[in-house]
């Protein structure tokens, strides 16, 4: 009785744990394979995941198959006596050539992927059109570049050409979330500036190391179907390398929008960076002053504090 009881409450839980699984919009979405949809190199690399995962159910069904059939033919059975076999040249040499089989297939399916996993396309025509750049490129070697920078606890995000030795100085950024134009091949040299980081938007491709003193690129480029309704789609991810005590708050977004909408939002970070620039100067020329009259009062009220200029407006909506 009692083991009845414990049985069904096993086959109850069971029953309860696949179902959770199953209905979990998360859990089923991508259970066996990546997140993809947000750009080519993604839904390339999930293709290869599904490729490989059903080569290894059909291994695992013929192999399961195959013992399934033999504990069950060949059970012992009264007065039976069990043929004694020593060796199978043909089978030997057919199992070693069947694995063999299956790692050049998985293989040649890699290699033909592997150059649009990492090798970026053009434009598409009514994307933005670019200037010439310096990295892993398009065949007519224009792409959007933004360089990516991982801090504690944060991405930056600079929309320049050349990240190097200071040379984006000046360009616009932006904190937390990127925005990019549709239809374009975005193009990301991606660092840190502290420790090591891990750029991830699992739906627009793989994981890449933020390595201070160092320079990794990936790229996406995002359908233009996400930039139909009004601002834009977003695309979550999430540092993925332990970086320290608020590293789970370390979110990253991009927001794919259309192309005008892009050089809009892009000409108001211009302007609202230029603003805060300005403003910051003002009140480092009031702050001289009073130190200089020596004012009791002291050099700036609370809140007037100049706070980095990004902060007012790095989260607004393109
Ligand atoms: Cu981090």
Redesign the pocket.
């Known amino acids: 009785m009692a083991s009845r009881m414990s049985r069904r409450l096993l086959l109850t839980l069971l029953v309860v744990v696949a179902g959770a699984l199953l209905l979990a919009p998360i859990a089923s979405a991508d259970l066996f394979s990546p997140e993809s949809g947000g750009s080519k190199n993604a839904d390339d690399i999930d293709w290869l995941y599904k490729a490989t995962f059903a080569i290894a159910l059909i291994v695992f069904i013929g192999v399961e198959g195959v013992l399934i059939y033999s504990v069950v033919k060949f059970k012992a059975r009264k007065g039976a006596v069990a043929a004694q076999i020593r060796g199978n040249t043909r089978l030997e040499i057919g199992w070693t050539v069947g694995a063999a089989v299956v790692l050049v297939v998985l293989a040649t399916l890699t290699f033909v992927k592997l150059d649009s996993i990492r090798n970026p396309p053009d434009s598409s025509p009514d994307g933005l059109q670019l200037a010439d750049t310096s990295r892993r490129l398009p065949p007519n070697g224009k792409a959007l570049n933004i360089c990516v920078n991982?801090q504690?606890?944060i991405w930056r995000y600079t929309y320049a050409a050349d990240c190097k030795g200071g040379k984006n100085l000046g360009a616009p950024f932006s904190y937390e979330e990127m925005v990019v134009p549709v239809n374009t091949t975005v193009t990301l040299d991606i660092e840190a500036q502290d420790v090591a980081?891990?750029w991830w938007i699992p739906k627009l491709g793989g994981k890449f190391d933020a390595i201070p003193g160092y320079t990794n690129h990936t790229w996406f480029k995002v359908p233009g179907k996400f930039a139909t309704k009004p601002g834009g789609t977003v695309f979550f991810g999430q540092?993925a390398?332990l970086?320290g005590r608020n590293?789970a708050n370390?979110t990253a977004r991009v927001r794919a929008v259309s192309v005008t909408e892009y050089q809009a939002w892009l000409e108001r970070r211009k302007a609202d960076i230029k603003a805060a620039e300005q403003a910051a100067a003002q009140q480092r020329k009031q702050l001289e002053g009073s130190t200089a009259n020596s004012n009791p009062a002291g050099p700036a009220a609370p809140g007037q504090n100049p706070a980095r200029p990004t902060d007012a407006s790095s989260t607004q909506n393109p």
Do not use: I, L
Request: with cysteine; net charge negative.
């Open positions: 991982g504690q606890y980081h891990s540092c390398e970086c590293h370390m």
